[in-house]
């Protein structure tokens, strides 16, 4: 069965965050994103974001990157910033090891306890080993500054 935890974190560092701000402004995806945030510190700039918002940026992005078509002023760092996108996607996600079982009802009638997750192109994500993911919550805190005292104010608000 699946289980969200309430509150899922995510620590970036605030130079990879605003390189990914920078380009989700550049495409036209920041707006949409920006929908999807609900609390933020004044102190650290942490945020809390709905998974799927977070989600669906990172994607739009990815596929940006992989198509070539990043903005020209961003494209020297392309290759930090792509790792960087990937590896804050990969943060939010929780792998789920499925039974035979399991596997054999999932390609026939599908496994409506979990939500499996999908790439900007639909196709299922999964780790090194195959198995396939799952948000690890519905909303992440994303975090830049772990001693701040914001992470207990905005868990207990989520």
């Known amino acids: 069965m699946e289980s969200y935890t ?3 974190s995510i620590k970036l560092t605030k130079h990879g965050y605003n390189k990914i ?5 550049a495409t ?4 949409q994103f920006l929908k999807g945030v609900s609390l933020s510190c004044n102190n650290c700039g942490a ?3 709905e998974a799927p918002a977070l989600l669906t940026m990172l994607e739009h992005l990815i596929n940006i990157i992989d198509s070539n078509k990043i903005p020209h002023a961003l494209a020297d760092d392309q290759d930090n910033l792509y790792d960087t996108l990937l590896e804050t996607r990969d943060m939010m996600f929780k792998t ?3 039974t035979n079982d399991e596997w054999a009802s999932l390609l026939t009638d599908g496994l ?4 499996f997750v999908c790439d900007g192109k639909g196709q299922p994500i999964t780790d090194r ?3 396939l993911q799952v948000l690890g919550s519905k909303v992440v805190l994303v975090e830049f500054n772990k001693k701040c005292g914001c992470r207990k ?3 207990r608000l989520t």
């Open 112 to 115: 409506s306890e979990y939500e």
């Open 153 to 155: 104010i905005l868990s």
């Open 129 to 131: 080993e195959g198995n």
């Open 28 to 31: 036209g995806e920041y707006d």
């Open 47 to 49: 945020f809390i974001v």
């Open 96 to 98: 789920v090891i499925l």
């Open 21 to 25: 701000v920078k380009l989700a402004k």
């Open 6 to 8: 309430s509150l899922f």
